[in-house]
């Protein structure tokens, strides 16, 4: 998939069906705009995403925009997986905003990426279907049986701790990712290293808590656990996300690991002692290997 970062200056030979959108989780809802964009794309077309780097309310109400189930390289690599031919991810600035939706066809679809047909959430405004005789196209955001899906609902589901409904909205597990970074090393002491994932600034996390997880790293997957939180047993400290992996022998620092299949084992605790949270740690690791316990 080719990658573009601003818009072209003249319109491309070739017509694009676009699919346009922010699609953050890439959700069963937006890989059924993908899907009709390359249902409509005829011989000698390409098919193509118009999307943001930033979510438009970071300019529009800066300090408000939501945290993101999906960071920009996730979502881009979602599209190259879904079979899209070019990106186009460009910045949501003063010069977009003050667009008329029509102007927006016009001049950023029509004009700048000579798009033949247009497919958009069934939410895009209605009003402004019409776009000199190119074809736009909305497609529902319900799922069958009439459920809608939406990236503020995923976005709620996950705040709340309930995973289970993010992932099957997702229709693919929500997942955390990031490089392992040197932490306090206190897991190692404990008896249960734990690899502490840098998580990218802005990307959304469940409540505080520990839960099951499967990590995946070099290809392959492990069981394990994660913990979320401050660790307020060693006094407060900035939010962390530490995994351990049961079976996994080895470092992992500069390393990427991802995390998915997030199911809630506790909340977060302030433990009288350390032996007290041992205990507890030994508790929390049978959840892994006898799942049934929870």
Same mark, same amino acid.
């Given at each position: 998939?080719?990658?573009?970062?601003?818009?072209? *200056?003249?319109? +491309?030979? !070739?017509?694009?069906?676009?699919?346009?959108?922010?699609?953050?989780?890439?959700?069963?809802?937006?890989?059924a705009i993908?899907?009709?964009?390359? @249902?409509? @794309?005829?011989?000698?077309?390409?098919?193509?995403?118009?999307?943001? !780097?930033?979510?438009?309310?970071?300019?529009?109400?800066?300090?408000?925009?939501?945290?993101?189930?999906?960071?920009?390289?996730?979502?881009?690599?979602?599209?190259?997986? *879904?079979?899209?031919?070019?990106?186009?991810?460009?910045p949501f600035? /003063?010069?977009?905003?003050?667009?008329?939706?029509?102007?927006?066809?016009?001049?950023?679809? $029509?004009?700048?990426?000579?798009?033949?047909?247009?497919?958009?959430?069934?939410?895009?405004?209605?009003?402004?279907?019409?776009?000199?005789?190119?074809?736009?196209?909305?497609?529902?955001n319900t799922?069958?049986?009439?459920?809608?899906?939406?990236?503020?609902?995923?976005?709620?589901? $996950?705040?709340?701790?309930?995973?289970?409904?993010?992932?099957?909205?997702?229709?693919?597990?929500?997942?955390?990712?990031?490089?392992?970074?040197?932490?306090?090393?206190?897991?190692?002491?404990?008896?249960?290293?734990?690899?502490?994932?840098?998580?990218?600034?802005?990307?959304?996390?469940? +409540?505080?808590?520990?839960?099951?997880?499967?990590?995946?790293?070099?290809? !392959?997957?492990?069981?394990?656990?994660?913990?979320?939180?401050?660790?307020?047993?060693?006094?407060? *400290?900035?939010?962390?996300?530490? *995994?351990?992996?049961?079976?996994?022998?080895?470092?992992?620092?500069?390393?990427?690991?991802?995390?998915?299949?997030?199911?809630?084992?506790?909340?977060?605790?302030?433990?009288?002692?350390?032996?007290?949270?041992?205990?507890?740690? @030994?508790?929390?690791? /049978?959840?892994?290997?006898?799942?049934?316990?929870?």
């Amino acid at each position: 998939m080719k990658i573009h970062h601003a818009l072209p *200056a003249a319109p +491309p030979e !070739r017509a694009f069906v676009v699919a346009i959108g922010f699609f953050d989780g890439f959700h069963r809802g937006h890989r059924a705009i993908v899907r009709e964009a390359l @249902r409509l @794309r005829r011989a000698g077309e390409r098919t193509a995403v118009l999307t943001f !780097r930033e979510h438009p309310s970071a300019f529009l109400r800066p300090g408000q925009e939501p945290p993101m189930i999906a960071t920009l390289e996730e979502r881009v690599n979602a599209f190259a997986r *879904a079979g899209i031919d070019e990106a186009f991810v460009i910045p949501f600035d /003063a010069a977009l905003a003050s667009l008329s939706p029509e102007r927006f066809l016009d001049e950023t679809l $029509i004009v700048r990426l000579n798009a033949r047909a247009m497919v958009v959430g069934a939410n895009f405004a209605q009003a402004h279907l019409r776009a000199r005789g190119r074809d736009m196209v909305p497609v529902p955001n319900t799922l069958d049986g009439g459920e809608r899906v939406s990236s503020t609902r995923i976005r709620a589901a $996950i705040q709340a701790g309930d995973l289970e409904t993010a992932d099957r909205l997702l229709g693919a597990p929500y997942t955390v990712r990031g490089a392992v970074s040197f932490g306090a090393g206190r897991g190692h002491d404990l008896g249960y290293p734990t690899a502490n994932v840098a998580v990218a600034p802005g990307k959304l996390l469940p +409540p505080d808590g520990v839960y099951r997880i499967v990590g995946r790293h070099d290809g !392959r997957d492990y069981l394990g656990l994660v913990s979320i939180g401050t660790n307020p047993t060693f006094g407060e *400290a900035p939010r962390t996300v530490e *995994a351990w992996l049961l079976d996994f022998n080895g470092a992992l620092y500069g390393e990427e690991l991802s995390l998915r299949e997030f199911r809630f084992v506790r909340a977060q605790r302030c433990f009288g002692s350390v032996d007290e949270l041992i205990a507890q740690m @030994r508790d929390d690791a /049978a959840t892994v290997k006898f799942p049934s316990v929870v």
